[in-house]
């Protein structure tokens, strides 16, 4: 069986991923990221909130990729 599986129904998607593949810390994690892009999608922003957006993310990756490179994080 494979590690993770995804069958589509008629009104939703079903994702089976084996024990052995991902912890349970883990699984809720990607569940809240899916809840949080749910939000974003439906809050709608504007291109200027996109922007600024934009550009925290790369603010904060130049301030912190070499400590996630060097594997501190």
Excluded at 18 to 24: A, F, N, P, T
Excluded at 29 to 47: G, T
């Amino acid at each position: 069986m494979d590690a993770i599986t995804l069958e589509t129904q008629e009104d939703r998607f079903l994702i089976s991923i084996g024990r052995d593949y991902l912890d349970k810390d883990t699984i809720t994690r990607l569940i809240d990221r899916i809840k949080l892009e749910h939000l974003v999608i439906k809050a709608d922003f504007d291109q200027p909130i996109e922007d600024m957006g934009e550009r925290i993310k790369a603010d904060w990756w130049v301030k912190n990729k070499d400590r996630y490179l060097r594997g501190e994080a």
